[in-house]
Structures are given as C-alpha cells and as structure tokens.
T-cell receptor, first 113, second 114 residues
Framework: QKEVEQDPGPLSVPEGAIVSLNCTYSNSAFQYFMWYRQYSRKGPELLMYTYSSGNKEDGRFTAQVDKSSKYISLFIRDSQPSDSATYLCAMGGLTGGGNKLTFGTGTQLKVEL | NAGVMQNPRHLVRRRGQEARLRCSPMKGHSHVYWYRQLPEEGLKFMVYLQKENIIDESGMPKERFSAEFPKEGPSILRIQQVVRGDSAAYFC????????????FGSGTQLSVL
C-alpha cells in the first residue's frame, strides 16, 4: 500500500465547474499537507499549505484536511482553462524528516471551454 | 527575487557517461532537496542536504548516485555511468532552515539517456 493515494485521472470538466481533488494517506504521523500545481514540463508550484484539520481558503481554492479519516481535498471554484494542469498532494512533518515531503502521483485536470 | 534555479534544463547522455545536475536554492534558503519524477509517477524523494552536510539520503540509489551542497556554489546531483532507467525529470527544492517550512521547486532538469 502506498503511503499516499491519489486518483491519477484524467479529470475533464467544463469551464466554470467546481473541481474536487482528493488524496488519502496511511501514516497518521504526517503533520502538514500541501497541494502543488504542475504544468507540463514545469516544476511544481505551491498552491496551498495547511497544518491542521479543517478548511483553508485562498481565492478560488479551498483546501480541506480531515486527519481522523486521513483524507485531504482541494476544491477549485469557477474553474478556468488555465487551471488545466496536474495537481499533486504532498504531506510532511515526520520526525527527523526536515521538510521532506511524500507526494501522491498527481491528478491530471483538464478544464474545457 | 530569483526562485530555485536548476541547470541544465535538458541533458542528454549516452549510456555509461556521467550526468551532473546543478541547483541554486532561493536566496536565504539553506536546505536543499532533490526529487526524481518518472513518467506517470509522483515525485520521489532522493536526498536532503544542508550546506556541507547530507542530512537524509534514504531515497538515493546505493550505487552511482551522489549529491553535495558545498559551502560555496550550487548543490550538485551526480549520476555516474548512466543507464536508460535513469531517464527522468530531476527536481530540486529549497526551504529556509527549520521544519514545517514550505518547499519551493525549480523547473527541473530533464535527463535523457540514449
């Protein structure tokens, strides 16, 4: 079993739709959670960083963490074609790990006109 | 305010040659992480370094791979005697000192082994 599971997609939605992206994890020792966006042939770009259970909102993006269920989500409202990318969940905070992150495999999103 | 700089962006090597990948962290960042991304796979941790120290190399293959982060200059990921299976995108990330800090990634080096 992988430490972090993420549906690879691809996920295709019409412009303006609400997108829900999810990850589950097995190690309850993870302390913080991130979402990165990666365009083709580019480096991952940090979108959201959350430390505790609950919701965090930033513009059209909302990150949700449920530590009891070991489940995290990213919601994108009013999706745009420019949101088409691969979204990677990542988690860290293991003792002695510094800022080392464990990533999901990524979900490929396409927002169509 | 330059971000994490990696070079070269693309590197082509023949089997048996050496590959050197360079990474300059963001200004003020003293921690560097190397990750490898294979097609259809997520980013896999390789090594974590601070200046002149390897902190965690648990993700590094036991042979042919090495990394350094000297007192002066960029961090270097070195792959000796490359094989086709080494073809991948290699990403470097940096953070400020401490834990629970955000990681910022460079644009990566795409290594192709012929």
């Amino acid at each position: 079993q992988k430490e972090v599971e993420q549906d690879p997609g691809p996920l295709s939605v019409p412009e303006g739709a609400i997108v829900s992206l999810n990850c589950t994890y097995s190690n309850s020792a993870f302390q913080y959670f991130m979402w990165y966006r990666q365009y083709s042939r580019k480096g991952p770009e940090l979108l959201m960083y959350t430390y505790s259970s609950g919701n965090k909102e930033d513009g059209r993006f909302t990150a949700q963490v449920d530590k009891s269920s070991k489940y995290i989500s990213l919601f994108i409202r009013d999706s745009q074609p420019s949101d088409s990318a691969t979204y990677l969940c990542a988690m860290g905070g293991l003792t002695g790990g510094g800022n080392k992150l464990t990533f999901g495999t990524g979900t490929q999103l396409k927002v169509e006109l | 305010n330059a971000g994490v700089m990696q070079n070269p962006r693309h590197l082509v090597r023949r089997r048996g040659q050496e590959a050197r990948l360079r990474c300059s962290p963001m200004k003020g960042h003293s921690h560097v992480y190397w990750y490898r991304q294979l097609p259809e796979e997520g980013l896999k941790f390789m090594v974590y370094l601070q200046k002149e120290n390897i902190i965690d190399e648990s993700g590094m293959p036991k042979e042919r791979f090495s990394a350094e982060f000297p007192k002066e200059g960029p961090s270097i990921l070195r792959i000796q005697q490359v094989v086709r299976g080494d073809s991948a995108a290699y990403f470097c990330a940096s953070s400020t000192s401490g834990i629970n800090e955000k990681l910022f990634f460079g644009s990566g080096t795409q290594l192709s082994v012929l």
